[in-house]
């Protein structure tokens, strides 16, 4: 599904030294700088918007935080499945039984 971390560093490592090959240091080094500015500049303006919006509108401000922490939660479950399989399996099994209407209080097994 998504490449190892070592093969993606390698990767951005190739694709770095190409262009640097091409364009030469300086301008290399110029154009990096910019992009570094424009992430920076992007980020700051995000951060600051989150911030207006939670005094401008706490309960919106909650919600995309809950969001964001959904998100969160879910990708460290694939994580955890992936190095673990057994227990998305039993998971799995535990919403399949919630999804059909089964309650653990009735005494009945899965």
């Not at 303006?45 to 879910?74: F, M, Q, S, Y």
């Not at 227990?87 to 005494?107: L, N, P, S, V």
Request: hydrophobic share 35%; glycine share 4%; net charge positive.
């Amino acid at each position: 599904m998504f490449p190892d971390a070592d093969e993606l560093f390698e990767a951005a490592n190739e694709v770095a030294t190409l262009l640097r090959r091409k364009l030469g240091d300086t301008e290399y080094t110029a154009k990096l700088s910019e992009c570094q500015k424009e992430f920076s500049t992007r980020f700051e303006k995000r951060k600051g918007e989150a911030k207006i919006l939670a005094v401008a509108d706490p309960a919106a401000a909650i919600a995309r935080k809950r969001k964001h922490h959904d998100r969160k939660k879910l990708a460290r479950k694939r994580k955890i499945d992936q190095f673990k399989p057994y227990r998305a399996w039993k998971r799995m099994r535990q919403e399949e039984h919630q999804d059909d209407g089964g309650d653990a209080a009735d005494g009945e097994e899965w």
